[in-house]
């Protein structure tokens, strides 16, 4: 049988990184501020509140996102992503994806879903966790893996986060588009920020009774064939299969799968949704469906794009590769520029993980940064210390690197490693 292959650039909203665990309290919802509504802009080179016009949320301001809070880990590399909103933005692959699948539930459900792509991104912890069902001991609740504004507040890991709100203000059928941000690995499918498309579609009872079908059936049927279309508008005559899968709030859960160029690819998360986010948000005998989809994981697969970084290039030799609208367009690549291996090994410390590591990586080195690969590790008998070697390769999309330039930036990250993960350094 062929294999399935894990495309990873992004992972869909309704999966919110099921792996590992950790535990963090959760937290009063009295106390917490509302994720929707935005404040001041901080404006920027391409602050898409300028770009967009008036359907784009203001993005927070530094000071209201990088705090002096002692849970709050958000670096300056991450605030100079918010507020460009990729999916916004015309002629970018994002927002093409993004309008595609309008397109598709505008024709198949004419007038019924609200489109929301403008959401404030700081959203409440419980949205972003509890709200949607996360267990308390969740790996996504710890600070290792998300971006605490302080204790009550973080920067959205999916976009899950607004669904119970949405259902509260009485949105039974919407579509919340945005961008996303998660602590990651390096490399060509992983980055610090991306976008996701959250749905869900909600069935009164008259509804479903309808159909003769009982209600979790009559939501699943309707949302296989409506994910079965998306999936054929936007890749042509794919082949397509389910898989079923486990997330907290949808039950049943499933991941859907089509063949493309070859490979069985996983695309997508989704699933009924959990009866009492329904009961406690909207109304009482309702039932629904969701999905979420990674928009960087379908670009990367439709448009042949091989480098998660080239999203958010501003070189015109990919910008201008992608037409507004063009599904049919691929990526030709156009940098051949080599990269720079550097090597950095040290005992590790309780401060280190390799998630910590990156964030330091991409904090002094940015998008050059290319992939952080782990190539040695030893654990010495008689101290019992753990040694690792990493692999920092660095690259430009658009020029060639200097041995000068990256020496520094290496240097900058050794000290940086040292300083912040407490690590000694060989």
Avoid at 17 to 31: E, F, M, Q, T, Y
Wanted: aromatic letters at 10%; a negative charge; glycine letters at 6%.
């Amino acid at each position: 049988m062929t294999p399935t292959v894990k495309i990873l650039a992004s992972r869909p909203c309704v999966a919110a990184c099921l792996h590992r665990a950790r535990a963090l309290p959760a937290v009063d919802r009295a106390s917490l501020s509302p994720s929707l509504g935005p404040t001041g802009c901080r404006g920027g080179r391409r602050c898409a509140a300028q770009a967009a016009g008036p359907q784009t949320a203001l993005a927070p301001s530094r000071e209201e996102v990088i705090t002096a809070d002692p849970a709050n880990n958000v670096t300056d590399n991450i605030f100079s992503k918010i507020g460009v909103n990729l999916h916004q933005q015309r002629g970018h692959p994002l927002c093409t994806i993004k309008e595609a699948i309008y397109d598709y539930m505008d024709k198949e459900f004419p007038g019924v879903f609200s489109k929301h792509d403008n959401l404030y991104p700081v959203v409440p912890t419980v949205a972003n966790f509890d709200d949607v069902l996360v267990p308390l001991d969740h790996v996504s609740r710890s600070p290792n893996d998300t971006y605490y504004v302080n204790k009550a507040t973080v920067l959205r890991c999916h976009t899950s986060a607004h669904q119970a709100e949405l259902l509260r203000k009485g949105e039974g059928n919407f579509l919340a588009t945005g961008d996303v941000y998660r602590r990651d690995t390096i490399d060509a499918t992983h980055y610090p920020v991306f976008h996701q498309m959250e749905a869900v579609r909600v069935m009164k009872e008259d509804y479903w009774r309808a159909t003769g079908l009982e209600p979790v059936v009559a939501c699943e049927r309707e949302l296989k064939a409506t994910l079965e279309g998306v999936a054929r508008h936007l890749f042509g005559d794919v082949e397509c299969r389910w898989v079923d899968a486990y997330f907290p709030f949808t039950e049943p859960s499933f991941e859907l799968e089509i063949y493309f160029n070859g490979d069985w690819l996983e695309v997508l998360g989704c699933g009924v949704m959990q009866q009492s986010i329904l009961d406690d948000n909207y109304a009482a005998g309702t039932k629904g469906w969701a999905f979420g989809i990674g928009l960087e994981r379908w670009a990367m697969v439709l448009f042949d794009i091989p480098d998660i970084r080239l999203f958010w290039t501003d070189d015109e030799r990919m910008t201008k590769q992608f037409p507004p609208g063009d599904l049919s367009a691929r990526f030709k690549p156009f940098s051949k520029y080599p990269p720079c291996f550097k090597d950095m090994a040290f005992w590790v410390s309780p401060e280190f993980s390799e998630n910590n590591l990156c964030e330091l990586v991409r904090s002094v080195a940015g998008d050059l940064a290319e992939e952080v690969k782990l190539i040695d590790e030893f654990t010495n008998p008689k101290t019992n210390r753990t040694s690792r070697c990493y692999r920092i390769s660095y690259r430009s999309m658009e020029r060639s690197l200097t041995d000068e330039e990256i020496n520094e930036v290496q240097f900058r990250v050794r000290d940086a490693v040292a300083e912040k993960l407490k690590v000694e350094l060989r």
